[in-house]
């Protein structure tokens, strides 16, 4: 995973979903589920809220699950 992306906060993943057509489905708790579509595919991915930081795995499971290259990612920074 580029380095860019291991420092990332929650307002900065929410952000790059934002920017790549993803809206705020539901939200219960901490957790924020995000949809959008990628490719012509449904996507959704899950947001913990108010995170100074994720771990790599978590990152890359958010990723994953949006369906976006990390490249794509980073160019929504």
Known sequence: MHRELLGLTSQEVESILHRNGFV???????H??????????????TVVKNQKRFAPKTLASMLRQSGLTEQEWLDAL
């Open 24 to 30: 705020l489905k539901r939200v219960k708790g901490s």
């Open 32 to 45: 924020q589920q995000f949809v959008g579509f990628v490719r012509g595919r449904k996507r959704k991915v």
